[in-house]
């Protein structure tokens, strides 16, 4: 089985930044795609940003594109993602997701391997 802890959320105000990280623990050797995901009480869990495990076109939803970026440290299967010019909708719970597929999956469904969650917060 595959553990994934994830970390960095916190309480910023509008227009600052945050960094999140992730660790996919699994089999040595493992290569993973690996993504985030967000939700709000009551919607549904969005993609925000993934990349393969060559780290190459990564893909960002619109409402991070400019904003976000997301790296990879590819011997760990570690995935970071830089969040800069926060907004107040940008407030949820970031999910860090990771499973083995040839390409990046917005998807929730596509992705078996989860960590519990960390929350960001963006004042106004």
């Known amino acids: 089985q595959v553990h994934v ?3 960095g959320g916190g309480l910023v105000q509008a227009g600052g ?4 990280s992730c660790a996919a623990s699994g089999p040595t050797g493992s290569k993973y795609t690996m993504a985030w995901f967000r939700q709000v009480p009551g919607k ?3 993609f925000v940003a993934g990349a393969t495990w060559s780290g190459e ?3 960002y939803a619109d409402a991070a594109k400019g904003r976000f970026t ?5 011997a760990q ?4 993602l830089q969040m800069n ?6 407030t949820a719970v970031y999910y860090c997701a990771a499973d083995s597929m040839t390409g990046i999956a917005p998807y929730p469904w596509s992705y078996d391997y989860w960590g519990q969650g960390t929350q960001v917060t963006v004042s106004s």
Do not use: C, G, Q
């Open 5 to 7: 802890v994830e970390s």
């Open 17 to 20: 930044s945050l960094r999140l």
């Open 44 to 46: 549904e869990r969005d």
């Open 57 to 59: 076109s990564p893909n």
């Open 70 to 74: 997301i790296s990879r440290e590819h």
């Open 77 to 80: 299967n570690t995935v970071y």
């Open 85 to 90: 010019n926060l907004r107040p909708e940008d």
